[in-house]
């Protein structure tokens, strides 16, 4: 039974709205194939116009909920049904053009645009059309601060306010208090997305990277998503263009109000921030510690060795996933350091995957919460965070939420094993799905695709992609039968 609540006609038109945005941006593709005189001009065509049709007409016939307000079951199920259908409709160029002709690979390659997983089952991206190569790179940059937060800040225009559904899909943004006005901040936060993507793009062409690969990775840098337009990644490129790829992967990787606060020179809310200090600790340990490994174990120099570390540092723990070194080759002790960084991720309100730092602030500060009530169990001790008392139900919901995500990557992995896939590359795809990083362990590592999974593997981790990317939570309670009844 439907619940009571639920307005198939809003959904529907909100939908809607999202389908003709995607078909823009599919017209930004068509394009570049007239730019550059492909021959699959005609099919980016039919896919652009039958994709705006479709979205203009959905829109059209229910065109009188224009102003209603969306509540928060119908918000959920907008923004999980969005993210499908996004996969979904932004198949249509690869199989249109014959690029990807197989819908499991197409659907796969989609979603992990749009998620900025940025796993591949392409070999030879290099042979890619230029139209695909930057529908690639779009998805990306649609996907990285969420289609969604995009239509909350025009729906002025809508009338509509969108509360819900911004915070359906960017849920952990709340944790710093932004203003009640949902709107401006999720324009702000695309202003300082477009800003430091258009700020990339020129820093970029300084190092004299093409035009068009300055456009597609810095769309896949800021969105942290990781498709580029090379075979070999980022290797390939001056250390230059390595360096700066890093600086806007490692801004990208922090948390966008923070951003907005800089701009209004707000910097006691950043000096103050928690999670920013943690991102930034972990980030200098880890790549100095492997910084270390590389020097004394390899014949590197400590210039490359250092930028080496920190590149693959700075991608596996924003969830970017652009490499310039294969770290499964590295020694014993950075493979497990890359590990565990993949299951840390960014930080909250960013474009990065992951648990993310603020989750692990949280728990480090329960575990010494616990220590003090055995301690002295009859001082009355509260957990601080930004210089604010946290309620305990909160930190119980982000204990919860660390040991459904580790539990989910466990269980994905046991799936896959019983697959046929070996453990590595079980749990190395796994874990980069959830987190949204894109290389893994064993046979998807950063030099590997993952187009010789099976089928049923790859259906697992476009879902994998999905869950982690809405967070858990905003996907599963659609499944819950107190969600559906009335």
């Known amino acids: 039974m439907i619940h009571a609540k639920l307005n198939l006609f809003l959904i529907t038109h909100i939908i809607s709205i999202v389908i003709i945005f995607e078909s823009i941006f599919m017209f930004l593709a068509t394009l570049v194939s007239f730019i550059y005189k492909e021959p699959i001009i005609p099919q980016f065509l039919i896919t652009f116009t039958a994709t705006f049709a479709s979205g203009f007409l959905l829109n059209f016939v229910t065109k009188n909920q224009r102003k209603v307000e969306p509540n928060k079951h119908e918000s959920v199920l907008i923004v999980c049904l969005s993210w499908f259908i996004l996969g979904l409709v932004g198949t249509l160029p690869f199989l249109a053009t014959g690029v990807i002709p197989e819908f499991v690979n197409a659907f796969f390659e989609s979603i992990s645009g749009f998620t900025t997983t940025g796993s591949s089952i392409l070999s030879d991206i290099e042979a890619m059309p230029k139209s695909i190569l930057f529908w690639r790179a779009e998805t990306h940059w649609i996907g990285g601060m969420g289609i969604i937060v995009l239509v909350v800040a025009i729906m002025p225009f809508l009338k509509i306010h969108g509360v819900h559904l ?43 990277m093409p035009l068009f690969d300055c456009i597609c990775h810095s769309f896949a840098t800021i969105a942290t998503g990781g498709f580029s337009t090379q075979n070999d990644s980022i290797a390939g490129y001056s250390p230059y263009i390595q360096y700066v790829v890093m600086f806007f992967m490692l801004l990208s990787g922090i948390n966008f109000v923070l951003h907005v606060f800089l701009l209004r020179k707000n910097f006691r809310m ?20 492997i910084t270390v490994f590389l020097f004394l174990n390899h014949d590197l120099r400590f210039e490359q060795a250092f930028r080496d570390s920190f590149f ?11 490499a310039t070194a294969d770290y499964i080759q590295w020694p014993m002790q950075a493979i497990l350091l890359i590990a565990i960084l993949m299951l840390i991720g ?21 575990i010494r919460y616990s220590f003090r009530e055995i301690i002295n169990p009859h001082r009355i001790n509260v957990i601080h965070y930004n210089g604010q008392v946290l309620k305990l139900g909160n930190v119980s919901s982000i204990i919860s939420f660390i040991a459904v995500y580790y539990l989910i990557v466990l269980i994905g992995t046991l799936i896959l094993i019983a697959m046929g896939l070996d453990s590595a590359t079980s749990f190395g795809a796994a874990a980069t799905s959830m987190a949204g990083i894109g290389p893994g362990f064993g046979t998807v590592g950063p030099v590997s695709n993952f187009f010789h999974l099976p089928t049923g593997a790859k259906y697992l981790l476009t879902i994998l992609m999905v869950v982690g990317r809405l967070e858990i939570y905003a996907v599963l309670i659609v499944f819950t039968r107190a969600f559906w009844r009335p």
Request: aromatic residues 8%; glycine residues 8%.
């Open 270 to 289: 950043v000096k103050k921030n928690e999670e920013l200090r943690l991102y930034m600790t972990i980030i200098i340990s880890v790549g100095m510690l």
């Open 166 to 208: 911004f915070y359906s899909e960017s849920s952990n943004v709340a944790s710093e208090k932004v203003s009640a006005r949902i709107r401006d901040v999720a324009r702000n936060m695309w202003l300082v997305y477009i800003g430091l993507t258009a700020a990339e793009i020129v820093f970029l062409k300084l190092g004299r």
């Open 346 to 366: 960014a930080s909250s309100g960013s474009t990065g995957g992951g648990v993310k730092v603020i989750r692990h602030v949280i728990l480090m500060k329960q």
């Open 312 to 322: 693959q540092v700075i991608s596996i723990i924003t969830a970017t996933g652009f």
